[in-house]
T-cell receptor, first 111, second 112 residues
Framework: QKEVEQDPGPLSVPEGAIVSLNCTYS??????FMWYRQYSRKGPELLMY????GNKEDGRFTAQVDKSSKYISLFIRDSQPSDSATYLC???????????FGTGTQLKVEL | GAGVSQSPRYKVTKRGQDVALRCDPI?????LYWYRQALGQGPEFLTY????????KSGLPNDRFSAERPEGSISTLTIQRTEQRDSAMYRC??????????FGPGTRLTVL
């Protein structure tokens, strides 16, 4: 079993929809959580990071962490075709800087 | 300033050859990381440095892989006696804090 599980998709939604992307993890030592966006043939781009349970909002993006359920989510409001990309969750324990990534969810926002 | 840069962007080599991949981090970033990303997968940690000190090399697959950052800036990942299974995208990242790792464009390594 992988430490971080993420549905690879693809997920296809119409423009303007609310998108929910999720990851589950098995290692209770994970304390810090990030979301990256990766366009085709590009490097991962940091979107958000958080370390506490609850919600963190940044523009159209909201990151949600539920440590008791070992479950994290990224919500995208008013999705745009430019949001079409692969979204990767990543996390680390409090010891060291190593990130453990999910496999990524491919999102397509259609006109 | 400029982001993380990596060179070469593409490297094709024959099995058994040694390769050196270079990473130039964002200026002033203390930490530098190496990851490997297979197609359809997330990046997989290899190793990281704080300044010139290698803090964690637990992700290096075997002793053919090594990395250095002698002056605390540019880093080189070296793979000796390459094998076909080493073919992948090798990504470098740098950061000033652990949770804000910024990735470079990667080096696509193909071992024939």
């Amino acid at each position: 079993q992988k430490e971080v599980e993420q549905d690879p998709g693809p997920l296809s939604v119409p423009e303007g929809a609310i998108v929910s992307l999720n990851c589950t993890y098995s290692n209770s030592a994970f304390q810090y959580f990030m979301w990256y966006r990766q366009y085709s043939r590009k490097g991962p781009e940091l979107l958000m990071y958080t370390y506490s349970s609850g919600n963190k909002e940044d523009g159209r993006f909201t990151a949600q962490v539920d440590k008791s359920s070992k479950y994290i989510s990224l919500f995208i409001r008013d999705s745009q075709p430019s949001d079409s990309a692969t979204y990767l969750c990543a996390m680390r324990t409090g010891r060291g800087n190593k990130l453990t990534f999910g496999t990524g969810t491919q999102l397509k926002v259609e006109l | 300033g400029a982001g993380v840069s990596q060179s070469p962007r593409y490297k094709v080599t024959k099995r058994g050859q040694d390769v050196a991949l270079r990473c130039d981090p964002i200026s002033g970033h203390v930490s530098l990381y190496w990851y490997r990303q297979a197609l359809g997968q997330g990046p997989e940690f290899l190793t990281y440095f704080n300044y010139e000190a290698q803090q964690d090399k637990s992700g290096l697959p075997n002793d053919r892989f090594s990395a250095e950052r002698p002056e605390g800036s540019i880093s080189t990942l070296t793979i000796q006696r390459t094998e076909q299974r080493d073919s992948a995208m090798y990504r470098c990242a740098s950061s000033s804090t652990p949770d804000t790792q910024y990735f470079g464009p990667g080096t696509r390594l193909t071992v024939l």
